[in-house]
Nanobody
Framework: QVQLAESGGGLVQAGGSLRLSCAAS????????MGWFRQAPGKEREFVAA????????HYADSVKGRFTIARDDGTNTAYLQMNTLKPEDTAVYYC????????????????????WGQGTQVTVSS
């Protein structure tokens, strides 16, 4: 099972930007769908963004469309989440996820679709 390690979280003011990274322990090219999820205190884990095996299938939660961008660099087995125009409501622990399945679009946003998870990185946006 692939091991995932997130980095890049921190404290930022509203309107600012952060870039999260997710390093995988093995080759991801044409093998893993990658996703980002987040969990705020007292809330369930929710979908943020996902990218398919080849990078041609990309999906975002409505709450982050136009502000966040997911990308993958299979040369370094790393996935990224560029977060711009951050809002206080984006404050959460952000988790990277991966799965070997060729997930259809209808399942890309489901927590249950991903079976490998990182430990999470805290993102705090101050107002």
């Amino acid at each position: 099972q692939v091991q995932l390690a997130e980095s890049g979280g921190g404290l930022v003011q509203a309107g600012g930007s952060l870039r999260l990274s997710c390093a995988a322990s093995e080759r991801t090219a044409n093998r893993y769908a990658m996703g980002w999820f987040r969990q705020a205190p007292g809330k369930e884990r929710e979908f943020v963004a996902a990218i398919g095996w080849t990078g041609s299938s990309i999906h975002y939660a409505d709450s982050v469309k136009g502000r966040f961008t997911i990308a993958r660099d299979d040369g370094t087995n790393t996935a990224y989440l560029q977060m711009n125009t951050l809002k206080p409501e984006d404050t959460a622990v952000y988790y990277c996820a991966a799965d070997r399945s060729r997930l259809p679009a209808t399942l890309m946003g489901a927590v249950e679709s991903f079976h490998s998870w990182g430990q999470g990185t805290q993102v705090t946006v101050s107002s």
